[in-house]
């Protein structure tokens, strides 16, 4: 316990002093891991609602392949992002490997199968006759999917939680797409396995309380907007 | 630029040191990317790094046999270190070579934790498991698979021997019941080569950043900080510089006179 106690000790004195540049690795975390909830979301939420609302053959299928998703590997898909992104790789072109926006584009890949997975089964949740009450009110099927991601908006707010959990978390992707570069693409996941090799356990004890205390900063704010949102 | 290196670089915290000297003189950014020596030469050969900072010898002659580096320099060593319980159950600290020890681990069935992960120091020990003729094989023999902190720790929590490069070991020897039991056996040198990366290996190769960096890490500057690096930590340095090969620690040199102290 008492490495806990060191821990949370130096957490304070970390942010209180900002030391090993704490703050920017705090914020870049945010940011990177926010702006792939954000585009997983625009990926995952068509996807799941599409997925919800047709009829096709293969459909099952591609359910399944969704489900698959939904545990992906981090590492691994950090490495197939790696290889594309490679200077030599297909994608090379682009010069995006060990940069912000190749951990984005690795975390949203990670996330969008959570959310659509999670929209998918919210949205087939709803009770069929609502939809069948907004086509008949003469709604369009743009509209009437709006009212029932409305309608699902709980279980959707559930799916942004879960996908954001899984990128702020992850460390094989960041680790490998990002490099772990100082003041580039160090993030608290990233820097506590540094400073576990280091042998620094109290710095990555107090990374990691760091960690949480964010992520519980983030997910409040989303319970907020959840619970806020429900009326009886 | 990309420069791939050996964790020990990073974990020591002397790159935090170089690479912010490199930027300030010079217009390049660098992206230091810390893998084992395998990795990052593996990294040179597919031209997804233009400069590679390595520990491992015989696998660095092979890259430039293979033509995918241009230009091969010492920039600096210090040396390895045998460590284990402090009543060193297979009695290492009394025989006089590294390869006696690793026999007498091995003949004892002592545990021991390798590397196991192709890095620079995984290298250095198969070759000392070669020179004693052994072919570590057994539940006494594991493999961490895991940088060399963690395989540290792993040897320290099953009381078991491991290789380490000094500076790691003294970043940590606080927290561990390790003792160093066998050093100073020249075949335990541990001696960092830059090599610049064969334009012809990728389409990106950047030659010029690749070059400017490795005479930056020649340079009396570069060479005097890894001289300093850590004494004010551990009141001795991690590094000895050694430029221009000027402490003759390159076997590939055939000038080689005996090294004054392979020590740091």
Redesign the interface.
Same mark, same amino acid.
Not at chain 1, 136 to 141: D, E, K, T, V, Y
Not at chain 2, 207 to 212: C, F
Not at chain 2, 213 to 221: D, K
């Given at each position: 316990m008492d490495d806990f106690r060191q821990g949370l000790a130096e957490a304070l004195r970390l942010l209180a002093s900002g030391e090993r540049d704490v703050w920017g690795v705090v914020l870049l975390s945010l940011r990177v891991s926010l702006s792939a909830t954000l585009v997983s979301l625009t990926i995952g939420v068509p996807v799941g609602a599409t997925l919800a609302l047709s009829r096709f053959p293969g459909r099952a299928l591609l359910v399944g392949l969704v489900h698959t998703g939904m545990g992906l590997p981090p590492v691994s898909v950090g490495l197939f992002v790696s290889l594309l992104l490679?200077?030599?790789g297909p994608l090379?072109d682009l010069r995006l490997?060990?940069t912000p926006t190749a951990m984005v584009v690795a975390q949203a890949v990670i996330a969008a199968p959570i959310v659509a997975g999670l929209t998918h089964a919210a949205v087939q949740a709803l009770d069929p006759r609502l939809r069948l009450q907004l086509l008949a009110l003469g709604a369009s099927r743009v509209q009437m999917t709006w009212w029932l991601l409305r309608e699902a908006r709980l279980p959707l707010i559930a799916a942004i939680v879960a996908g954001f959990g899984a990128v702020i978390s992850e460390v094989g992707a960041a680790m490998m797409v990002g490099?772990?570069?100082?003041g580039?693409t160090r993030v608290l996941t990233t820097a506590t396995v540094?400073e576990?090799?280091?042998?620094n356990?109290d710095v990555a004890v107090a990374l990691t309380i760091v960690l949480l205390a964010l992520t519980y900063s983030v997910n409040m704010a989303l319970t907020v907007l959840q619970q806020r949102q429900r009326r009886p | 630029m990309?420069l791939a290196t050996t964790?020990s670089t990073?974990?020591s915290?002397l790159l935090?040191v170089l690479v912010p000297m490199f930027e300030e003189q010079s217009a390049y950014e660098v992206?230091?990317?810390?893998v084992g020596s395998g990795a990052a030469l593996e990294l040179g050969e597919?031209?997804?790094a233009d400069i590679v900072l390595a520990h491992s010898p015989a696998a660095e002659e092979r890259f430039m046999a293979a033509g995918f580096g241009t230009r091969r320099e010492v920039v600096m060593f210090n040396d390895f270190v045998i460590v284990g319980p402090e009543d060193d159950p297979a009695g290492i600290a009394t025989v006089p070579s590294a390869a006696d020890a690793f026999r007498a681990i091995a003949k004892t069935q002592a545990p021991f934790v390798s590397r196991g992960d192709d890095s620079g120091t995984h290298a250095l020990e198969r070759s000392l498991w070669e020179t004693a003729g052994v072919d570590p094989a057994g539940s006494w023999y594991q493999e961490s698979g895991t940088?060399?902190?963690?395989t540290?720790?792993i040897a320290n929590e099953r009381r078991a021997y491991t290789v380490s490069d000094r500076g790691t070991f003294l970043?940590?020897r606080d927290?561990l019941d390790l003792r160093v039991l066998s050093e100073g056996d020249r075949a335990l040198l541990n001696v960092y080569h830059a090599i610049t990366v064969n334009p012809d290996n990728? &389409? &990106?190769v950047n030659v010029d950043g690749g070059t400017a960096f490795l005479a930056f890490l020649l340079s009396p500057e570069a060479q005097g900080a890894i001289a300093e690096f850590g004494v004010d930590r551990f009141g001795e340095p991690l590094f000895t510089p050694c430029a221009g090969n000027v402490c003759a620690v390159d076997s590939a040199t055939p000038t080689a006179s005996p090294a004054a102290s392979p020590a740091p």
């Amino acid at each position: 316990m008492d490495d806990f106690r060191q821990g949370l000790a130096e957490a304070l004195r970390l942010l209180a002093s900002g030391e090993r540049d704490v703050w920017g690795v705090v914020l870049l975390s945010l940011r990177v891991s926010l702006s792939a909830t954000l585009v997983s979301l625009t990926i995952g939420v068509p996807v799941g609602a599409t997925l919800a609302l047709s009829r096709f053959p293969g459909r099952a299928l591609l359910v399944g392949l969704v489900h698959t998703g939904m545990g992906l590997p981090p590492v691994s898909v950090g490495l197939f992002v790696s290889l594309l992104l490679w200077r030599n790789g297909p994608l090379g072109d682009l010069r995006l490997l060990y940069t912000p926006t190749a951990m984005v584009v690795a975390q949203a890949v990670i996330a969008a199968p959570i959310v659509a997975g999670l929209t998918h089964a919210a949205v087939q949740a709803l009770d069929p006759r609502l939809r069948l009450q907004l086509l008949a009110l003469g709604a369009s099927r743009v509209q009437m999917t709006w009212w029932l991601l409305r309608e699902a908006r709980l279980p959707l707010i559930a799916a942004i939680v879960a996908g954001f959990g899984a990128v702020i978390s992850e460390v094989g992707a960041a680790m490998m797409v990002g490099g772990n570069i100082v003041g580039e693409t160090r993030v608290l996941t990233t820097a506590t396995v540094l400073e576990v090799g280091r042998g620094n356990y109290d710095v990555a004890v107090a990374l990691t309380i760091v960690l949480l205390a964010l992520t519980y900063s983030v997910n409040m704010a989303l319970t907020v907007l959840q619970q806020r949102q429900r009326r009886p | 630029m990309i420069l791939a290196t050996t964790t020990s670089t990073q974990d020591s915290g002397l790159l935090d040191v170089l690479v912010p000297m490199f930027e300030e003189q010079s217009a390049y950014e660098v992206k230091p990317i810390a893998v084992g020596s395998g990795a990052a030469l593996e990294l040179g050969e597919r031209g997804e790094a233009d400069i590679v900072l390595a520990h491992s010898p015989a696998a660095e002659e092979r890259f430039m046999a293979a033509g995918f580096g241009t230009r091969r320099e010492v920039v600096m060593f210090n040396d390895f270190v045998i460590v284990g319980p402090e009543d060193d159950p297979a009695g290492i600290a009394t025989v006089p070579s590294a390869a006696d020890a690793f026999r007498a681990i091995a003949k004892t069935q002592a545990p021991f934790v390798s590397r196991g992960d192709d890095s620079g120091t995984h290298a250095l020990e198969r070759s000392l498991w070669e020179t004693a003729g052994v072919d570590p094989a057994g539940s006494w023999y594991q493999e961490s698979g895991t940088g060399m902190g963690d395989t540290l720790g792993i040897a320290n929590e099953r009381r078991a021997y491991t290789v380490s490069d000094r500076g790691t070991f003294l970043a940590q020897r606080d927290r561990l019941d390790l003792r160093v039991l066998s050093e100073g056996d020249r075949a335990l040198l541990n001696v960092y080569h830059a090599i610049t990366v064969n334009p012809d290996n990728g &389409r &990106r190769v950047n030659v010029d950043g690749g070059t400017a960096f490795l005479a930056f890490l020649l340079s009396p500057e570069a060479q005097g900080a890894i001289a300093e690096f850590g004494v004010d930590r551990f009141g001795e340095p991690l590094f000895t510089p050694c430029a221009g090969n000027v402490c003759a620690v390159d076997s590939a040199t055939p000038t080689a006179s005996p090294a004054a102290s392979p020590a740091p």
